[in-house]
């Protein structure tokens, strides 16, 4: 039986584009879940809906959009990422791709991570690439992470600081309230200070 936080989860599954209008229908027929947690009209909208229309997106997150607690969401999967540098768990350069990517899109604090990922990251084969690759110019590719990985972990490190404490807090999909002191806020007033350091 799903709980309302495994419904909304996969809300924001689909709200962020992580599954397939057509995973997310399958999905829908197997929760019955919904109609108990949502209600019966809210439950027979989303059945109502055609997920094979080009507009089911849009149509989808008419429906779902209140539904979501998308901030609680986006601060967990962002501090997954953190945490997943720290504890080197997956590749490096596509966990800062994403946070480059959220950085593009508004989230300021992670401007330290994303510059180093412009400025010589993003050259870099993902591990995911490595067949295509010829090994000894992929691993000499891939050498320049030995020397960045130490100020990455420290960078994670200290921005989960600010989460734990409440110091950072996402809001929405790109909107967070930041409660930092402005010498916390490092990566945005001396970036040249942490780049030398």
């Known amino acids: 039986m799903s709980n309302q936080k495994e419904i909304q989860k996969q809300f924001y599954k689909i709200y962020k584009g992580l599954i397939s209008s057509s995973e997310f229908e399958e999905w829908l027929y197997h929760t019955p879940e919904i109609e108990r947690v949502y209600g019966d009209t809210f439950y027979f909208n989303l059945l109502d809906l055609n997920y094979r229309s080009r507009h089911i997106k849009n149509e989808l997150e008419k429906v779902i959009e209140n539904k979501i607690p998308i901030g609680e969401f986006e601060q967990l999967r962002v501090v997954s ?59 000499r590719k891939r050498e320049i992470l030995i020397d960045i990985k130490p100020k990455m972990v420290n960078e994670a490190r200290r921005l989960l600081t600010f989460f734990q404490n409440g110091l950072l807090r996402i809001n929405a999909v790109n909107e967070y309230d930041d409660y930092r002191s402005e010498e916390e806020k490092i990566e945005l007033h001396y970036i040249e200070k942490m780049f030398n350091d």
């Open 81 to 139: 990422l953190l945490e997943n540098i720290i504890n080197e768990k997956g590749d490096l350069v596509e966990i800062l791709e994403h946070l480059y990517d959220d950085y593009c899109r508004g989230y300021y604090f992670l401007r330290y991570l994303a510059l180093n990922y412009v400025t010589g990251v993003e050259e870099i084969p993902k591990l995911q690439q490595k067949e295509k690759w010829d090994k000894n110019e992929f691993d």
